[in-house]
DNA sequence: AATAAATTCAACCGCGCTGTG
DNA sequence: CCACAGCGCGGTTGAATTTAT
């Protein structure tokens, strides 16, 4: 919990061309509430969206009666008072396919919750924080890179994830893989074919496991990084190659990560709409909102 | 029982991106 | 092309809680 505090936000703030621009009210918060949210609060802004929807964040506050600024309360609502919202432990799981996302994502916390359901960006990166990070760390394992902490030593170095981003400084999943396009609705793997099932499995109709697997295995973390994700790997490059070809003229190198291959068949995605995923437009892929009763 | 240290996680902050006029 | 508004993301903070001494 932040400790509230009288107006500290800057009102102005650098654009990218390095200007400067004057902040709106949302963001100068004079006498804006900060804090723990109250119950009250959670049910006037609770109500309010069920009633007029999300967005428009910045004039939220004021038409909820809200003394709060607009981020807040969308932070709120994101993070807590989302229906979908799962709240409570992390299954071993969850925790096994955050772990696999993350090989391939790095820090894009709100990729790797996209596809978890009922999980949130901000929840996965504190449980990132406070467990897996530890947890690899005792193992061995840098958990930035995924790769053994002592290169010198343990089997770990015959497993380097053979999925894993090859430049693990550059958390650019375009970058990692420009060359090939990836679109959903056009991909000629059936969507029944492919489906990732909670718990963590990410499964093709042919038997052949693609690496987020039975998640039940109990087999250490080096052992989930090898077999599973030579395969995992080759069905990201099938998927991409044969998508890349399809493709061709596409004009941007943009590729739909999470949806193409994680987000089949899960009840947690609508159908997907644009798949097309810009390492700059994360909303490419961001599950819908959750469906609030009109 | 009291205190200190460690851990957890909700909330905040700053930055960068996109859309619009 | 530029300025601005709005939004979303990742990193960080610090109060609350738990565990250890």
């Known amino acids: 919990m932040r400790k509230p505090a009288s107006s500290s936000a ?25 804090g723990p949210w109250t119950a009250e609060e959670d049910e006037l802004l609770s109500n309010y969206i069920h009633r007029e929807g999300e967005g428009r964040w910045r004039t939220l506050p004021k038409r909820a009666g809200l003394l709060r600024c607009g981020k807040s309360c969308r932070l709120r609502w994101m993070n807590y008072l989302r229906p979908c919202v799962k709240r409570g432990q992390i299954a071993p799981d969850e925790e096994d396919l955050i772990l696999r996302l993350h090989r391939l994502l790095g820090n894009r916390w709100s990729l790797i919750a996209g596809r978890i359901p009922g999980r949130t960006d901000n929840e996965i990166k504190n449980y990132w924080n406070t467990h897996l990070s530890k947890k690899l760390i005792s193992q061995g394992i840098d958990p930035r890179t995924h790769k053994p902490l002592n290169p010198s030593s343990s089997k ?25 396009y990836v679109h959903v609705q056009s991909a000629s793997i059936d ?9 963590g499995t990410l499964a093709v109709n042919n038997g ?14 080096d052992m989930n990084c090898c077999n599973g994700d030579d395969v995992f790997s080759s069905f990201l490059n099938s998927l991409i190659n ?6 061709e003229q596409m004009a941007d190198p943009l590729v739909s990560i999470s949806s193409s291959f994680f987000g089949f068949g899960t009840s947690w995605e609508s159908p997907l709409v644009s798949s097309t995923f810009s390492q700059n437009d994360p909303k490419g892929v961001e599950p819908p909102a959750c469906t609030l009763p009109q």
């Open 10 to 34: 800057k009102a102005m703030k650098k654009t990218t061309a390095g200007t400067t621009t004057t902040k709106t009210p949302c963001c100068v918060k004079i006498g804006l509430k900060r």
């Open 242 to 247: 044969e998508e890349a070809h399809q493709n």
């Open 156 to 180: 770990l170095n015959n497993c380097i994830p053979s999925c894993s981003n090859p430049n693990p400084e550059n958390n650019n999943v375009g970058d990692y893989f420009q060359n090939g």
């Open 191 to 199: 969507h029944h074919h492919l489906q990732y099932q909670l718990p």
């Open 208 to 221: 052949c496991s693609a690496g987020l697997l039975n998640n039940n295995q109990e087999e250490d973390y």
